[in-house]
């Protein structure tokens, strides 16, 4: 074998797994998780000071990313009815997977966060998986 056969086998095969781990890596691509939460503030001044702040850090530290936020201790816009009773405040943050979503919520130091959080709020939230961004 020559070795232009050599090199244009070599470029081949190069090519080939080039195209297997660009596959590979685009099957492997996560699906972002939001978190909706509507939140009745019932003491805006004590969410504001003790929940917020260390919830944000802990909330940052797993990915999460602020998408939306109005009503109740947010600044800014207000929360708008299209149907129905609006909620008080609502928030949505974006996180890389659901996976980081769960870690966030079961994390010790965000469970004890909570806690504090819920002397000044009631909670409603859910999740849902977004699509994989092109």
Known sequence: MNSRCKIGLVMLTCTAFGALGNEALH???R???YLIGQIDVTDPDGY???YLPKAREIIKAHGGKL???AGAAATGSQVVAV???P???VVIYMYPSMEALWAWR???AYVQVRAVGEKYARYR???VEGSVPN
């Open 48 to 50: 504001a000071k003790e």
């Open 125 to 127: 939230t859910f999740a």
């Open 83 to 85: 149907d129905g009773d």
């Open 67 to 69: 998408v939306a936020a």
């Open 31 to 33: 699906q972002p998780a």
């Open 27 to 29: 099957g492997e691509a």
């Open 87 to 89: 909620p008080k405040r």
């Open 106 to 108: 079961n994390d010790p």
